[in-house]
């Protein structure tokens, strides 16, 4: 999943009660733990019928969810199932699995397969799956033998009845690069299935905002600079009916040897991304969108990324430091949502 590096800014973790003529508040605010990570829920102007209680609820439901079908640290979720078994015949999934997986194969393929669910061995073989940081890292030959059962097209999606298929007995997925945004695109639906017409949601860092918050403003998103040491902005940029990720190696490492590990793998060597601490942020219509392509963008380094990004008209920020100073670099797409900030200064 990428790192958690986008926050509201001055975010509130209390949940405003309403005023004693019982009229719906002006703002609820829910947060609380999800995934191994926390979620922030804000919904401003809710309709009479809507309450926080039921806000809560809807939110449990959506995580509960998106948790039991994708988690690859449950061994009972579909994703553990799936991964589990030899077959190379069609295995029932959900709708939702099977959509994530669908959206997950689409960006592997726009982007030449930098993002790849599949890499979960290779994963699990540097430290980053369920088993944690390994005594021994992986040698050449074992890299070589992992990435037998690695690639995106060894997958296979059917919508109608919903199924996956492996072509290798061993592939396995891993989903913490687009799952967390899937979670907030699906509670999003659920939201607006309650009427609710302005909202933010926040899980992990993955974010999408929806029409106007309690100022009644554009939703106002700060990106942090990429640093362990401190949570500071570095710009900020405005949503309404958008969705923004991150991804960057400057906080899910290890070190071992004097040598840094970062969290992702890049599918094309195998190994985990070797450079500078940065980050890469992407604004999309859907957060699962947004997630899937910020880890692809990240594994292609701020040059190679950048061309793709321009190619496709994807709203992209690239954050890197050089020495002691920080820059950046970003396509007019993604200035388009910095636009409004300007406007406001």
């Given amino acids: 999943m990428p790192s958690v590096i986008i926050k509201l ?16 508040p002006p703002e609820i605010v829910l947060s609380g733990p999800t995934m191994g990570t926390t979620y922030t829920v804000k919904v401003a102007s809710a309709p009479a019928s809507v309450d926080p209680a039921t806000v809560r609820a809807t939110i449990d439901d959506v995580l509960e969810h998106v948790d039991r079908s994708m988690s690859g640290y449950r061994i009972d979720s579909e994703v553990a199932r799936f991964n589990a078994s030899t077959s190379t015949d069609w295995f029932d999934v959900s709708t939702d699995l099977a959509a994530v997986v669908q959206t997950s194969l689409d960006i592997s393929a726009a982007s030449d397969g930098v993002f790849d669910i599949t890499v979960a061995p290779l994963v699990a073989a540097w430290g980053f799956g369920p088993a944690g940081e390994p005594k021994a890292l992986p040698n050449a030959e074992q890299i070589a033998q992992l990435e037998k059962t690695v690639g995106y097209r060894k997958l296979h999606v059917r919508r109608e009845p ?44 993955e974010i999408r905002a929806q029409g ?43 070190e071992r040897d004097g040598r840094r590990y970062s969290h992702t793998v890049d599918p094309r060597s195998g190994r985990t991304l070797d450079r500078e601490p940065g980050s890469v942020v992407v604004v999309a219509p859907l957060a699962a969108q947004a997630d899937g392509w910020a880890t692809a963008l990240n594994v292609l380094g701020r040059r190679e990324g950048l061309a793709l990004a321009t190619q496709r008209h994807l709203p992209v920020l690239f954050i890197e430091r050089t020495g002691s100073e920080w820059r950046s670099q970003a396509t007019a797409e993604f200035e388009r949502y910095r636009e409004e900030q300007q406007t406001r200064d």
């Fill in 212 to 254: 106007r918050n309690a100022r009644n403003e554009p939703w106002h998103i700060a990106v942090e600079h990429p640093v362990e040491t401190q949570r500071t902005p570095y710009t900020s940029v405005w949503l309404d009916g958008a969705a923004v990720s991150t991804s960057g190696e400057y906080r899910a490492y290890y």
């Fill in 162 to 205: 919903p199924a996956l298929r492996k072509d290798v007995a061993e592939l396995s997925i891993d989903l913490n690069g687009i799952a967390p945004g899937f979670a907030v695109d699906l509670l999003a639906d659920r939201l607006h299935a309650l009427q609710i017409e302005h909202y933010m949601i926040d899980i992990g860092g």
């Fill in 9 to 24: 800014l001055a975010p509130c973790c209390v949940l405003l009660a309403a005023g004693c003529d019982r009229s719906p």
